[in-house]
């Protein structure tokens, strides 16, 4: 919906980065939401949450149902909500991931992604992440400790200590980024999967 979300309320800069749209998308927006009702396919907007709470919100009553779920999207924070029943899959609909395949992929769990996250950052979304802390350095860190919280509250153990320096630094940008990447799984919408 067209509104600001709790996101940008909370991180001013959140998606700052981003190229401002092409004056004529948000009246192709209109015409394509007219369209989809006429097809008659559901949809669903609501101020202050993002199309990927929605969808994580959705995706998690439906596999609570007994429902197997296919996320279409290049949005790799959708790997959070990846389990044995939803998967997630490119636009091109070739690449299929779910948790075995985030794993080989990335080297972390389906549970650790938020944390990889919060660590690597996402330049995208304006997601600072650590300073310095790569995607493998982050694969490492949480292979050893299991857990950003862990990490942190063992930051006096981490080597080399250059690294350890690096991550105390960017302290509150990995807690920042952290909640920036979460999605909402149990957003307040009046959804079940008989509504469409």
């Known amino acids: 919906a067209p509104a600001k979300t709790f996101r940008h309320e909370q991180y001013e800069a959140y998606k700052a980065g981003r190229a401002a749209a092409p004056d004529d998308l948000h009246p192709q927006i209109d015409v394509i939401k007219k369209l989809v009702t006429y097809m008659g396919i559901f949809q669903i907007e609501q101020a202050g ?8 919100t959705i995706a998690k009553r439906c596999e609570e149902q007994g429902y197997s779920v296919e996320i279409v ?6 790997y959070q909500l990846v389990s044995e029943r939803i998967c997630v899959r490119g636009l091109d609909k070739t690449d299929r991931f779910g ?3 985030v794993f080989e992929k990335y080297g972390v769990t389906v549970e650790q992604w938020t944390d990889y996250r919060a660590l690597t950052g996402d330049a995208s979304d304006n ?4 300073k310095g802390i790569g995607p493998k350095t982050a694969q490492k860190l949480l292979e050893k400790y299991g857990s950003l919280e862990t990490i942190l509250s063992n930051l006096d153990k981490v080597e080399p ?16 980024s952290k ?6 799984m149990d957003a307040p919408i009046d959804v079940t999967p ?3």
Do not use: C, H, N
């Open 49 to 56: 949450l993002e199309a990927d709470d929605l969808i994580g």
């Open 179 to 184: 909640m920036l990447s979460t999605i909402v």
């Open 99 to 101: 948790p075995k395949e």
């Open 73 to 78: 999207t290049s949005d790799r924070d959708s």
């Open 194 to 196: 008989q509504t469409w």
């Open 127 to 130: 997601i600072p992440g650590a």
């Open 161 to 176: 200590k250059a690294q350890a320096k690096k991550l105390e630094e960017s302290l509150e940008d990995i807690k920042f």
